[in-house]
């Protein structure tokens, strides 16, 4: 995402203005023309009859970039944690180059508000927690948000596939109640599957759910 839609030949500053609409940037003009924006913290560098050759007015571009791209960044990390690889792409898609989104995901990891391994375990918990998956599933969302394969088997090696997906079928018991064993536990079998469960895992929680439904029959 360029600061300048045009190439700015250097000049004098002649006027900084805070703009109307977003009071967190500001309006540089070079002999009293218009010339480019910057964030507010970025134009406090400046003043009136300063001197901005090229290379310096590209300095303040790259500044500007790097500024708005922590500060996307950081609206983005506020919905949830993310892993490095989301904010490459969510800042990528915003049109930011290379070394300004690598040089803002180094700055978010080291500041602690990017860190794959803790993302790859939180994300888990909360599967366990509000929507239980099997390893399979969960391997696969996870590779699917550019985790290593360090950070996903980490974060798999607690799992407990068999609670798990006893979890999942359990919110179901009360729903599928009056099915006949044949449809109860096809519906369970297919259920677990899509779940990411394995075979063995699906065909024991299926069973010992449905010798509960039964006996509460």
């Not at 839609?5 to 805070?18: A, F, Q, W, Y």
């Not at 500044?63 to 609206?75: G, I």
């Amino acid at each position: 995402m360029g600061l300048l839609s045009c190439h700015v030949m250097s000049g004098t500053i002649t006027k900084l203005e805070i703009q109307k609409r977003n009071k967190e940037r500001v309006n540089v003009y070079l002999d009293e023309k218009f010339a480019f924006g910057v964030m507010l913290s970025v134009a406090l560098e400046l003043k009136k009859g300063q001197d901005l050759s090229d290379a310096e007015i590209d300095q303040l571009k790259q500044q500007d970039d790097r500024h708005k791209a922590y500060q996307r960044a950081l609206n983005y990390l506020s919905f949830r944690a993310r892993s490095r690889v989301e904010i490459e792409r969510y800042l990528r898609d915003k049109k930011y180059g290379a070394d300004v989104i690598a040089d803002t995901v180094n700055k978010l990891a080291a500041e602690g508000l990017v860190d794959d391994t803790a993302f790859a375990q939180s994300w888990v918990e909360n599967r366990e927690r509000l929507k239980p998956k099997g390893t399979r599933a969960l391997r696969y969302e996870l590779r699917q948000k550019g985790l290593n394969d360090a950070a996903i088997e980490n974060a798999l090696e607690e799992v407990d596939e068999e609670a798990m997906a006893w979890q999942a079928l359990e919110k179901k018991l009360r729903q599928w109640q009056r099915l006949d064993e044949e449809t109860f536990k096809r519906k369970a079998m297919s259920f677990l599957s899509r779940r990411g469960f394995g075979y063995e895992v699906t065909r024991e929680a299926v069973e010992r759910a449905w010798t509960l439904s039964d006996d509460q029959n």
